[in-house]
């Protein structure tokens, strides 16, 4: 499963953008899939995730009230709508699909990983 994740930018504080991760090969439909972001030096943090369903979902303290994960499985889509943009959410932000259908905070539970979008907020 190859995913891409795509909207990454450069925003204002106080701005919005939407990110969104697609496979175009295969669907991903029955999994789990999770967002992830990495600023420079610094480790690979959890940032969002939804079953798949679209029902469950799961938030980092400090995405919740901010960002919006969703789902369209039938366009094999999941988006991250990030509100209320800060410097500090600069980052590379990665989606990556888990091993089961469950959201998940973990690393570990995800298999596969896709090329990241750079989402740049100047203060």
């Known amino acids: 499963v190859q995913l891409q994740a795509s909207g990454g930018g450069l925003v204002q504080a106080g701005g919005s953008l939407r990110l969104s991760c697609a496979n175009s090969k295969r669907t991903f439909s029955n999994n789990g899939v999770g967002w992830f972001r990495q600023a420079p030096g610094k480790e690979r943090d959890f940032v969002a995730s939804?079953?798949?369903?679209?029902?469950?979902?799961y938030y980092s303290d400090f995405a919740k009230g901010r960002f919006t994960t969703s789902r369209d499985n039938s366009k094999n889509t999941v988006f991250l709508q990030m509100n209320s943009l800060k410097p500090e959410d600069t980052a590379v932000y990665y989606c990556?699909?888990?091993?089961?259908?469950?959201?998940?905070?973990?690393?570990?539970?995800?298999?596969?990983w896709g090329q990241g979008t750079l989402v740049t907020v100047s203060s």
């Open positions: 939804i079953g798949w369903k679209g029902v469950n979902t």
């Open positions: 990556a699909a888990a091993r089961s259908s469950s959201p998940s905070a973990s690393l570990n539970a995800y298999r596969y």
